[in-house]
């Protein structure tokens, strides 16, 4: 490809690419006006609210997909295969730039990636967004609410707040470990500024310090590994990279299996950080007890989302390429022993002893016997072995987590500490349909396609939950000056609504149907009960089963037990802005459950395109 | 005019008018309850019940100038016989033959029709309709007139209801003070309304399931309105024995109306004639309809019956036909207050008397002799001869017991019941016509007494025996009067020469016409004639000694008399309305030659009647024909009403006899009459006494074999469920508690991993990536 | 190994033992700023890791480099390393602000 041909496709691609990233673009900018106001003196007079909410609005209607038609475009027409500069020209394009269509197109489709496959713009990439930029408008008209931040430091929280919203996009959209890695970090140091906001106070302090170097060391695992498995690999594209590992795992690979192993483990460890799962959860409680409820709010449900989604497509990414199947691992090792043999490192030397591949091979039967299994319907995939591999990692990283987050919140006393915990089980729920999902990529895909889309379902749920959840407590907060929950007792009668409202939340909370929780949780049991990972539903059940005493013990002390003496009045009746916007939280959690239809396709379209 | 559409329509109104008022009084009682408004409940029973009679009258024009008057049966063929005085009946049967053409009728004319369906089961349907014929207008003039006097004469009498503390001296209270409570005359109109609507109702009624309906009614009525001084236990215990004696009545009454429906499969009055014809079609459709003669009837069989020559199913139709006669007919017993069933009549004077006048004497008793002239056509011989039989002992034995009473309105029960067996006995005897026209003028009379009873009662401020009355003609002229007339017509006086007397003479005359008659023809039953002769004189007898022992003579208690007054104008007048029919009601209607009688006749059934296997031929005289001798019996009656009325005047007036002289010696006897002939003990040993021994049983059952049962089942289930309390406790329990703290305590322990500092957070950063690395390694053999 | 000409091995050992020291360091040490310094010493040696894996000299097989990608990775992550350095410093020094200490130890009001 001759150079003006490369720079025309860039151009191109970066043209197209960028109208599609609009809605990050449109943050960045909200970001740049809100510290550029900082420079007059007649900025102050602005509200800095203000300006952060007509941009999360306007970047809400931007990240709305639009359907195009084609237009002619001559030049997009003589490009065969737009070539990342970043690019092998061996790795395979998306299938729908290809020119084999005579149809040209002028923008970006959902399912294509942009900026030359950095990014993959579909389905997912637009429920999150919507999700994130969702919350971001929900939680600015929160901060209204309660006055927290107050104006000084008002730029300052809402820029970092938009800040690590972008970080979150780019972590759902990655295509590239770059991206990731990227996006991982610009959220992560927003965040660890976040949890530090109300500087005059001790544990804000140290949470935001305890966070801090918590996250730097988990990135900076996760840098080693995600340094260790490109270079394995040979890429980081990540779909060049699972198709190396599709060819390499059908060509009986071991030697690198180490490097490999190592390498995911400790980008999952990165990861897990992220999600709060166990052992990597350390952090949640000291920094959601010691940052503000808005923050936590913040911390709880956007981070979770945006990490979820990066596990989806990491997980998802790496072994969702089907390789050869391993019959006949000596016939095809033997044919492609000398394209091999250039392959190898000198330590990492690639041994086509059969041995090695027999071992490989039974090794894999052995796995696949050992699980729960089903009938397999796709021919056997090399990278089976694979995908068994990251459903037993995930699947035991979610049973320890949800079990360990529930088991713990049992003994608080501080509600947000309590809630920290429960944020940490809500993760592990979450990443067991992750685990059905990659369980069931070669089985079945519309299954797999079934249990992504019931991670969408259940941060639906999650969303509406969590943020009410929060709302009240800041809400109570600022009327009580109290995060106990003794101080929370009797609440009913003064706020009867609120405390209505909280009751729903926390049932929704559970799972009990027929509010939201259920929904969600429904359909991630049912994701499992496909995947045929009964265990992981099992204990996904108990899970449930325990988490009902904290949550409502929170309640019970609301309305149970009788008001304490020396509390200051906390009625903030339901019909008021606060209690409004608290409703509006709870009644989607009340009444979601009669949009199961819609929901669920929604949540299929999003999961559709992971599945290409 | 067009009589089928208007004849509803008026009789409907007429029959649905009380029913507004008795709701109205019974919805807004409690606005009309104010003391002040209490005229108005009365004000509106009375409007209605005016309204219902103007609507009678006008129904009654109608019909008369559409079907005419009816005419006499005195044309030339009866002066014939006049001169032919020694044939025969059978001769004269003959002679009538002859004359059939003249007098043909198309049958009784009858306007018939359903309002309203209210139920159907496959075939049978179950309607509210009406039959209207001559009977049916005739009966609702009377009815409606009789009582709209009655409620002008109750507005007057129950004036004291009005007030808000009355005295009640014959309630038992436990104190022994006078009871004292508020007036309900309301009420009482409430009751009298709704009485009214149920009789027209029974009246109009156009098939026997409507004709129960409202005779339960009318009995409902008939306690309430007895037991309208509810505090009294004489008041309570009449009203039940009213009702039960009336339900057992009832009880044949239904037999008979399911025998009836099973023999003719319909219970319509308009289509009951059709059908009988149907079970006897070789019986003599083109008789006369005016005749009740012998037809030359064969055996009553079916069509089936006739094919195969059964004469079983012919007999078993026979039977049922009997049983559906007889069930009726003891309907009628109860209602009508006939022997045996006639004990509650005396007792349901312990009501106010207006509800004596209505009730008691022109109406709702009536209704049994309204019935089987209704059913007449059903009648078989056996059971017609029942009915005479019936009637006989009833009208001998009540004026037997009237001879010996001493409460003012007793003899009257006692008269009322006597006259009642004189109507069942000309119905049975073949005098149809004679039968009801006795029931019309003894509506008249006999309301009139009672209303005349009443006044006297009301100006002695409720004293009811006789034998503290006296002389208060002086008092009430007017009363007295009237009461005298009353007298008379009951006695039946009248010159049979001139052929003008009261209304009782007419009626009574062709009753025992009839009689004598049938007893001719029959000579088997010749007592059907002599007996109501003797039962004549003494009507004659006790109804003047009443007259004697209130008006006559020396007044025997100063106090009350001298309270005495005459009653007032309210009470008047409808007496004397009554008056004016008790006289006029026998004779022709000016400028024509009909009567009474002969637009009754205009609804003489078409009977066909049925010889049957058991009864002996009887032969059932044309009363037409009876009227042959009618001269006979008028100076026989006279003769006999004469001895009756000589012989009370010598006893109470010229003081002749002395009454507790004859007392003395007819010592048993008249204990045993005055003791009602000891019926009401008989019954109460013979059925109250078992009914009480098996209440006491069941009661003992119920306290001694079902009650600890059921106690001890309840301590069982108690037990048991003691039993899983303690089981839930500690089967249950113990463990989910051991297990919830267990949980709580790992939980607690799991929250001790939280130390809060930060380097062992990075520690186990380190481990955690070194153990899931070598978990999973070495789960994975690598 | 120690024979052999230098190839991606040794350079992945070299980012092995930095990356060993830097966790250690992280672990072990009590000041904020000595953990700090652990971090940095892991995000060096990922970023070494990269340059190693990018350095198609060093490759048997050249086209199963990383190539450029590596290189711009470890630029990235320089850039990105600096920056969360300068705000965990901030951080620090806001905790000091707070504490009058930079021990991690005595950070233990948030337990449980």
Known sequence: MSFYQLIVNAKWESWASTLVYLPEIVLCLTIVILLLLRLPRWGSRISSLGIALVGSVIAFVLSIPFETTAEANPEAATTAQPVSLLQEETSPNPPDIEASSEETKAYKQPGDTIFSGLIVYDGLTIFFRQLLILFVVALLILMGLTGIPDRDSGADVFTLILGATVGFSLMVSSNHLLIAFLGVEMASVPSYVLAGTLKGRRIASEAALKFALYGAGAAGVMLYGMSLMAGALGSAHLPTMAENLAQLTANGVDDRQLVLFLGGLMILVGLAFKLSAFPFHFWCPDVFEGATAEVDAFLSVASKAAAIGLLLRFAIGISGVPGEPIEAPAAVAQATSTEEAKNTFDILAISQTEATSLTFAAQADQEKTKLEEKPVTDPDSSVVPIQDLIVFLIGLMAALTTTFGNLAAYGQTNIKRLMAYSTIAHAGYLMMPVAAAVALLSKDQAGAQEAVASVVVYLIAYFFMNLGVFAIIALLRNRIRSEEIEDYAGIVRESPGLVVCFGILMFSLIGLPPLAGFLGKFWIFAALWEAGLITLLFIGGLNTFFSIFYYLRVLKVMVLSPEPDHRSPAAIPIISWPGLYVAALTVPVAILLVFWEPIRVYSLWAAADLFQ | ?782 | MFTQPIGVAHYLVVGAILFVCGIVCMTTKRNTIGILMGVELVLSAAILNFVAFSQPAFRVDQEASLGIDGHVFALFAIVLAAAEAAVALAIALNYYNNHSTIDVDRAQDLQG
């Open chain 2, 1 to 782: 005019m067009n009589l089928d559409r208007m004849l509803p329509l008026l009789l409907g109104g007429a029959w649905l008018l009380p029913l507004l008022a008795f709701a109205i009084i019974a919805l807004g009682g409690h606005y009309l309850k104010k003391t002040s408004s209490q005229h108005r409940a009365g004000f509106l029973s009375t409007v209605a019940i005016l309204g219902s009679f103007v609507l009678a009258v006008v129904a009654f024009s109608m019909w008369v100038s559409d079907q005419g008057l009816g005419e006499p049966h005195h044309g030339p063929e009866f002066e014939r016989a006049q001169l032919e005085e020694n044939q025969t009946p059978i001769q004269l049967a003959a002679l009538a033959e002859e004359g059939e053409a003249e007098h043909a009728h198309d049958g009784v004319f009858s306007v018939s029709g359903v309002w309203y369906i209210w139920a159907q089961v496959g075939e049978q349907k179950f309607e509210i309709g009406y039959y209207i014929d001559a009977l049916t207008i005739c009966l609702f003039v009377m009815i409606t007139l009789v009582a709209s006097c009655i409620h002008f004469f109750s507005l007057g009498y129950l004036q004291e209801e009005l007030e808000t503390g009355i005295k009640d001296h014959l309630v038992a209270t436990s104190a022994g003070e006078p009871f004292e409570r508020v007036g309900r005359q309301h009420r009482f109109f409430q009751y009298l309304s709704l009485f009214c609507f149920s009789m027209l109702g029974l009246v109009l009624a156009g098939n026997l399931l409507m004709v129960f309906i409202f005779w339960e009614l009318v009995g409902i009525c008939s306690y309430f309105l007895i037991g309208f001084y509810f505090e009294r236990k004489a008041a309570q215990d009449a009203a039940n024995k009213a009702f039960l004696v009336n339900r057992i009545g009832d009880l044949g009454f239904l037999v008979g109306i399911m025998a009836l429906w099973g023999v003719l499969g319909t219970l319509t009055f308009g289509e009951m004639s059709t059908k009988l014809a149907e079970l006897a079609p070789e019986t003599q459709q083109q008789a006369s309809p005016n005749k009740t003669t012998i037809q030359a009837a064969s055996f009553l069989q079916d069509e089936e019956a006739k094919a195969t020559n059964d004469e079983e199913t012919a007999d078993w139709n026979v039977g049922l036909l009997i049983l559906a006669g007889l069930g009726i007919f003891c309907g009628c017993v109860g209602k009508s207050a006939q022997f045996p069933l006639h004990v509650w009549l005396p007792d349901a004077m312990e009501g106010p008397t207006p509800v004596s006048a209505l009730v008691h004497s022109a109406t709702m008793v009536a209704a049994g002799v309204y019935l089987v002239a209704r059913c007449y056509p059903l009648f078989t011989e056996e059971v017609l001869l029942v009915i005479a039989y019936i009637g006989v002992i009833t009208l001998l034995m009540a004026a037997m017991m009237a001879l010996v009473a001493v409460d003012i309105k007793r003899v009257l029960a006692f008269s009322t019941i006597s006259q009642l067996g004189y109507m069942m006995l000309a119905l049975g005897v073949g005098g149809w016509s004679a039968g009801v026209f006795h029931l019309i003028t003894h509506a008249f009379f006999k309301s009139l007494l009672f209303l005349g009873a009443g006044a006297v009662i009301h100006a002695l401020h409720h004293e009811q025996l006789l034998i503290r009355m006296g002389g208060l003609r002086h008092k009430m002229p007017w009363t007295a009067g009237m009461m005298f007339v009353g007298c008379l017509a009951i006695a039946g006086a009248g010159i049979p020469g001139l052929d003008w007397g009261l209304s009782g003479y007419f009626s009574k005359d062709a009753l025992l016409a009839q009689a004598y008659a049938f007893a001719q023809v029959n000579p088997s039953h010749v007592y059907l004639y002599w007996l109501p002769l003797a039962g004549k004189a003494l009507t004659a007898f006790y109804i003047f000694r009443l007259w004697y022992l209130t008006f006559a003579g020396k007044p025997r208690e100063k106090k009350l008399y001298e309270n005495a007054h005459e009653a007032p104008l309210v009470m008047l007048i409808p007496m004397m309305v009554l008056t004016y029919f008790a006289i006029t009601a026998g004779w022709q209607i000016p400028f024509t030659p009909s009567s009474v009688t002969t637009i009754l006749e205009q609804a003489l059934p078409a009977v066909a009647s049925f010889e049957t296997p058991w009864a002996a031929a009887l032969n059932y005289p044309a009363e037409y024909l009876s009227h042959q001798y009618h001269t006979k019996i008028a100076w026989t009656a006279i003769a006999t009403a004469g001895t009756g009325f000589l012989l009370a005047t010598i006893f109470y007036v010229w003081q002749g006899l002395r009454p507790d002289e004859v007392q003395k010696q007819f010592g048993p006897l008249f204990r045993f009459l005055q003791a009602q002939l000891y019926l009401n003990e008989v019954y109460h040993f013979l059925f109250v006494r078992p009914l009480h021994g098996i209440a006491r049983a069941c009661s003992w059952i119920d306290r001694h074999l079902i009650d600890p049962f059921v106690d001890r089942m309840a301590k069982g289930t108690v037990n048991l469920a003691r039993l899983e309390d303690q089981g839930d406790r500690k089967l249950i329990d113990r463990p989910i508690d051991w297990m919830s703290a267990s949980f709580y305590d790992l939980a607690v322990q799991l929250k001790a991993t939280q130390t809060g500092m930060i380097r062992q957070y990075l520690v186990f950063l380190v481990l955690g990536t070194v153990g899931f690395f070598f978990i999973v390694g070495y789960l994975w053999q690598l």
